[in-house]
């Protein structure tokens, strides 16, 4: 990689806006916590796993670089 294309690729995954980031984590998020099940289907998998209980959470910036995540953990 390049030193121009490694610049691209680190200014590119901070430099965003993220208050609409985390707008638009944020909705996704809520669409997960309506839920009790995640299922995953693609050639060769079909999994699915239980999110009941586990509010998400969104990673927009506020602890991690680069960030732009929503996630659940037990």
Known sequence: ???KAFEEFVYGSVLIDWPELQRVMEARCAHF???SR???VAEGTD???SIEGRP???SAADANMP????FFSP
């Open 56 to 58: 998400g959470k969104v």
């Open 47 to 49: 999994i699915s796993f």
């Open 33 to 35: 916590d309506a839920a």
């Open 38 to 40: 995640v299922r995953i």
């Open 1 to 3: 990689m390049t030193l």
């Open 67 to 70: 960030s732009g995540e929503f």
